[in-house]
């Protein structure tokens, strides 16, 4: 299998799992903060899409996805252009606000196409470049996208789990 093939399919399952999380959930689902200090599913659907789109830009030196948009103000989530939350409180978790859940996916879906587009570009020796020296050892390309799609897909995991614990809700399996 060739490794644009393997990480490709990685990419896509985040936005798999976005795609039944989100399907018919209410606003107040949305919203909740499980134990009123967990991060809600939106913020974690959006957390996960903003880290994707953050880093990737990163890699790619193109705009994000967020900036080229203009997802702020589709979305109503004032956070500027390399702002994915990471480290949020509670309360900024609480302001985090997305009317249409369709939006997060939809945003998470365009920093897909972006992701797996990079990952077209690459060639086997491409992976091996390091993209950042502050880490020991330093990270390479390749490292660097399977910790992206990872925390995207723990990030959506975790909504998963929200979901259950807010409505009793499951994937169905």
Avoid at 70 to 85: E, H, I, K, L, Y
Avoid at 134 to 154: K, N
């Amino acid at each position: 299998m060739d490794h644009r093939d393997i990480l490709t399919d990685a990419a896509r399952r985040p936005l798999d799992a976005a795609t039944l999380v989100l399907k018919d959930i209410d606003e107040a689902t949305l919203h909740t903060m499980p134990g009123g200090t967990g991060n809600s599913i939106a913020w974690l659907a959006w957390h996960a899409a903003r880290q994707l789109d953050v880093q990737l830009a990163e890699l790619n030196g193109k705009p994000t996805v967020w900036e080229a948009g203009n997802w702020s103000a589709t979305m109503g989530v004032n956070r500027g252009p390399v702002d994915f939350g990471f480290g949020d409180t509670a309360e900024e978790v609480a302001a985090l606000r997305v009317t249409e859940p369709a939006l997060l996916r939809d945003y998470l879906e365009l920093c897909t196409v972006a992701l797996v587009a990079h990952i077209a570009s690459l060639s086997a020796e491409d992976l091996d470049e390091i993209v950042d020296e502050s880490w020991e050892p330093p990270v390479s390309h390749g490292v660097r996208l399977v910790s992206i799609i990872d925390d995207a897909a723990a990030h959506l995991g975790q909504a998963a789990y929200a979901r259950g614990l807010v409505e009793g809700w499951s994937l169905g399996f």
